[in-house]
């Protein structure tokens, strides 16, 4: 079993960066595949970008791409997601997800992670 633990979101200006983590405890960081996700309020959860257990095979949304920045290490079980250039429409609760992957495969569906972190807000002011 694993268990997700986000932080480092908050209230920024538009135009500014912010940085998420997420630190996981349980079995082998370097078997799962890691992914972060986003809701805002009255929409979807949607895809934000996903990392291999390879570190070097990443995957964005493409309103990420340009932007936002997913990387991992696996001596702090931990996972980051690096957001610059924020605007109002990043205002979102993100989310933190794992799956185990014997492959260095990203996964984009919510389906296709098993583990979910408990999310952190994230709001962007205009």
């Known amino acids: 079993q694993v268990q997700l633990v986000e932080s480092g979101g908050g209230l920024v200006r538009a135009g500014t960066s912010l940085e998420l983590s997420c630190t996981a405890s349980?079995?082998?960081?370097?078997?799962?595949?890691m992914g972060w996700f986003r809701q805002a309020p009255g929409q979807d959860r949607e895809f934000v970008a996903s990392i291999a257990r390879d570190v070097d095979t990443t995957d964005y949304a493409e309103s990420a791409k340009g932007r936002f920045s997913i990387s991992r290490d696996s001596a702090k079980s931990t996972v980051w997601l690096r957001m610059n250039n924020l605007t109002p429409g990043d205002t979102a609760v993100y989310f933190c997800?794992?799956?185990?992957?014997?492959?260095?495969?990203?996964?984009?569906?919510?389906?296709?992670?098993?583990?979910w972190g408990q999310g952190t807000q994230v709001t962007v002011s205009s």
């Open positions: 349980g079995p082998v960081f370097d078997s799962y595949t």
């Open positions: 997800a794992a799956r185990i992957s014997i492959f260095a495969r990203t996964f984009t569906l919510q389906t296709e992670y098993d583990y």
